[in-house]
C-alpha cells in the first residue's frame, strides 16, 4: 500500500529469500511454526494508519463506558463465569484487546478499514515483533516504517509486556496457561513468550490445586501459581467433554489473573451491536430482529461464541435463518457483509488483507494502549487457512506503518 516500499520488497524478493526466512524460524524455534507465514508483510500508508487510529478509538470509547460492564453480563454463559473478575480493583476491565479490521475502499476510492471483530483476549504478542525482526534481516524495510506503536524497540515491547504479565511476582510463579499446548497451532508463540519473559508454559491438565491454591512441576520442584497468563479460550473445552482436570477454570482460586476470562466474552461479537462509527458495519442480534433484512445476501451470519472463523455463513438465506430455532437466536449475529479491497501486490495479482490493532491494558491505565500489530493476507473467500488452502502470498503477517 506505500508502493516505494512496496516495489523495494517485490524487487528483492525470491522464493530462495522466503525459504532462507522460514528456515531461520525453524532454526530458532524447531517444529513450533504451526501456521503459513506470508511471504510479504503489509505496508500501511498514513492514511490508513490514522483511519485505523480514529477507528480503534470510536471501539474502545464504548469499551471504556461506565455502563459497558451492565451492557455485556449477559454475554458471560453462567457454566463459563470465572469468579473473581474484580477483587481490589483488579481485572476490572480487559487487559488485552485485540481488534481487527478489513482493508477496504470507501466511495472515493480512498482506502478505510472496517471492523471484523473484536477479543478481550490476547494474540501473538511474542511472536509479532519476532516476525518483524525476522523480515527486516531478510529484506530492505524502510527504516521510517515501524510495526511498533508507543515503544520505540523490540526491547522496550518486551519490557511492556513483562511489567503487564509478571508485575513484581517471581517469575516462576506466573505461568502461561493453555490447554494441549503442545499441540497449538500458536504454540511458537509461547515459546517466544517463555523466553521473552522467563515463565513455562503449563497445560491445564498438570495445573494442581489444594484449596484455594494452584501449583505446577518446574524441574521436579513443586511451584506455587500467583499469576495466570491465560490463553485458554473457554468455548473450546467444549470440545473435550471428558477432559479431567484438577482445577476447573471456573474455581474459586487465590490468583490474579492476566487477562480475566471473562473478558473474552465481553469484548466480541456480543459487542458489537453497541458500536457506532463510519468504520463499523451495521449489526443486529439475530434475536431482537423483528423482521428479517430482505437483502441477506449483503450480511453474513455469525454465531456470536466461536472462534477463528468456525460457523461463520457468508452466504445467507432466508432458510438459514428460519432454521435457527427462537430460543438460540440470542446466540447470532448479523453483520452487513464487508467488502475487501485488493491491495497486497504479489507476483501474480493483487492479495486482500486484514489488519489487526493489538493493545495492551495494565489494571490501573483508563484507557488500552497501542503497542503492535498482526496482519493476515487472503486470497480466498474469507481470512482463514481453509480458504487459502494451496495458495501463495497469504497467511499470517505484520504491518509496518508509516507514522
Known amino acids: 500500500m506505500i508502493q516505494s516500499a512496496r516495489h523495494l520488497f517485490n524487487q528483492t524478493f525470491t ?144 519490557e511492556a509486556m513483562r ?44 495445573v494442581q490445586k489444594e484449596g484455594r491454591n494452584l501449583f505446577y512441576e518446574k524441574d521436579g520442584e513443586r511451584k506455587r501459581i500467583r499469576r495466570i497468563y491465560n490463553r485458554i479460550i473457554l468455548d473450546d473445552l467444549r470440545n473435550f467433554p471428558d477432559l479431567q482436570t484438577d482445577f476447573n477454570l471456573t474455581d474459586d482460586v487465590d490468583v490474579e489473573w492476566v487477562g480475566h476470562p471473562n473478558w473474552f466474552f465481553r469484548i466480541s461479537k456480543y459487542a458489537l451491536p453497541l458500536l457506532k462509527s463510519p468504520y463499523v458495519p451495521v449489526s443486529y442480534r439475530l434475536s431482537e430482529l423483528t423482521q428479517i433484512p430482505d437483502d441477506l445476501d449483503s450480511y453474513v451470519l455469525k454465531p456470536l461464541f466461536s472462534f477463528a472463523g468456525s460457523g461463520v455463513n457468508i452466504h445467507v438465506t432466508q432458510a438459514d435463518i428460519d432454521a435457527i430455532p427462537d430460543e438460540q437466536r440470542s446466540g447470532y449475529l448479523l453483520q452487513k457483509k464487508v467488502q475487501y479491497e485488493p491491495v497486497i501486490e504479489s507476483p501474480d495479482g493483487l492479495v486482500k488483507c486484514e489488519i489487526r490493532m493489538m ?39 505484520v504491518g509496518f506503518f508509516e507514522k
Not at 360 to 382: F, H, K, Q, V
Request: glycine share 6%; with cysteine; hydrophobic share 40%.
Open 15 to 158: 522464493p530462495e529469500r522466503y525459504q532462507a526466512l522460514l528456515d531461520q524460524i525453524e532454526t530458532d524455534f524447531p517444529g513450533q511454526l504451526g501456521f503459513r507465514v506470508a511471504e510479504t508483510p503489509v505496508f500501511v500508508p498514513k492514511v490508513l494508519t490514522d483511519k485505523l487510529l480514529q477507528a480503534s478509538s470510536d471501539i474502545i470509547d464504548v469499551i471504556t463506558r461506565d455502563d459497558f460492564r451492565a451492557l455485556t453480563e449477559a454475554a458471560i454463559p453462567d457454566e463459563q463465569r470465572v469468579p473473581n473478575e474484580q477483587p481490589d480493583g483488579r481485572n476490572d476491565h480487559a487487559n488485552f484487546l485485540v481488534i481487527d479490521f478489513a482493508v477496504c475502499r470507501d466511495t472515493n476510492g480512498e482506502l478505510m478499514p472496517q471492523l471484523i471483530e473484536m477479543q478481550g483476549f490476547p494474540s501473538l504478542n511474542g511472536f509479532q515483533p519476532y516476525l518483524a525482526s525476522q523480515f527486516r534481516a531478510h529484506y530492505p524495510i524502510p527504516e521510517n516504517l515501524s510495526h511498533l506503536f508507543t515503544v520505540g524497540t523490540n526491547e522496550d515491547f518486551n
Open 163 to 206: 511489567s503487564l504479565i509478571v508485575g513484581d511476582a517471581d517469575p516462576d510463579e506466573v505461568i502461561l496457561l493453555e490447554l494441549f499446548p503442545d499441540e497449538q497451532k500458536t504454540r511458537i508463540d509461547f515459546s517466544l513468550t517463555e523466553k521473552m519473559l522467563g515463565i513455562r508454559t503449563v497445560n491445564l491438565t498438570d
Open 359 to 397: 493493545f495492551i491494558w495494565p489494571d490501573n491505565d483508563e484507557r488500552p494502549t497501542l503497542i503492535t500489530n498482526l496482519a493476515r493476507l487472503s486470497r480466498g473467500e474469507m481470512i482463514g487457512v481453509s480458504f487459502n488452502k494451496d495458495k501463495d502470498w497469504v497467511g499470517g503477517s
